[in-house]
C-alpha cells in the first residue's frame, strides 16, 4: 500500500513538472517577440519621418560599420510627445496580441485573455499619460514660478489618479464587450504598480523636468512598450 502511495506521488509530481515545463515553452514565445518588436519599430519610422529625423539618401555612405549603426540609432531618437507614446504603444500592444493569436495555440478562452490582457495595457498607458499631459498643460498656462514643482505634481496626481482609473475602464471594456460570460474579477494591487513604470517614465518624458530631462526617455520608452505588447501576447 506504500509503495501505491509513493509511486502515485511520484507521477503526480512528473506530470507536475511536465506541466511546468509546458508552461515555460509557452511563455518564452520567439514568434511573439518578433511580432512585438515588429509593432513597436513601425510607428518608431512613421515618427521619425514626420519629425525629420530619417535618415537621407547616401547618408550613411563612406561611414564605417561603426560609425552607420550610430548614425541609424541616433535617428531613432524620437521627440516623445502625447501622440508619439500613444502611438508607439498602440503599436507594441497590436504587434504582441497579433503574434499572440496567430503564433501560438489557443483555445477560446486564452484568446480572450490576450485580448484582455491588451485593452488593459493599452488603458494603462493611455489614461494616465493623457491625465499627465492634461494636467501638464494646465500648469504651463498658469506661468507659475513654481513651474517645476507643478510638473512634479502633475507627474505624481497623473500616474497615481490614473493608476485606478485605467484598471476601473479596462475592466468594464473587458466584462462589456470582450468576455461577459467570466467577469474580469482582477483588483489593482501594489504589484501591479511595475506595470505602471512606462507611465512614470511617460510622464517624466512629457514634463521635462529639467534634473531629469537628462535621461534617455527615447530609448527606453519603446522597451518598456514592446514589455507590455509581449505580456499581452504571451497571456493565458
Do not use: W
Not at 189 to 196: E, I, N, Q, R, Y
Amino acid at each position: 500500500m506504500k509503495i501505491n502511495r509513493y509511486t502515485t506521488l511520484q507521477n503526480q509530481n512528473i506530470q507536475f513538472s511536465s506541466k511546468t515545463d509546458g508552461d515555460k515553452k509557452q511563455k518564452n514565445n520567439p514568434a511573439v517577440l518578433a511580432a512585438t518588436i515588429a509593432g513597436t519599430l513601425v510607428p518608431m519610422f512613421i515618427i521619425r519621418g514626420y519629425q525629420g529625423k530619417a535618415l537621407k539618401s547616401g547618408a550613411l555612405k563612406g561611414l564605417d560599420l561603426g560609425a552607420k549603426a550610430k548614425a541609424v540609432l541616433k535617428s531613432f531618437h524620437i521627440e516623445y510627445g502625447l501622440n508619439e507614446m500613444l502611438y508607439t504603444s498602440f503599436g507594441s500592444i497590436a504587434g504582441g496580441l497579433f503574434g499572440g493569436l496567430a503564433f501560438s495555440k489557443n483555445e477560446d478562452k486564452t484568446k480572450k485573455a490576450k485580448i484582455k490582457e491588451s485593452i488593459f495595457q493599452f488603458s494603462n498607458i493611455a489614461i494616465p499619460t493623457s491625465i499627465v499631459a492634461g494636467l501638464l498643460e494646465l500648469s504651463k498656462k498658469s506661468k507659475s514660478k513654481y513651474e517645476t514643482l507643478l510638473k512634479i505634481a502633475s507627474v505624481i496626481v497623473g500616474v497615481g489618479a490614473g493608476m485606478p482609473l485605467a484598471a476601473a475602464v479596462s475592466k468594464k471594456v473587458n466584462n462589456t464587450f470582450v468576455d461577459s460570460k467570466n467577469p474580469d474579477t482582477r483588483q489593482l494591487k501594489l504589484k501591479d504598480a511595475f506595470v505602471h513604470v512606462d507611465d512614470l517614465v511617460g510622464a517624466i518624458a512629457l514634463a521635462k523636468v529639467p534634473f531629469l530631462d537628462k535621461l534617455p526617455i527615447d530609448q527606453i520608452l519603446p522597451v518598456l512598450y514592446a514589455m507590455c505588447g509581449y505580456e499581452a501576447g504571451t497571456k493565458k
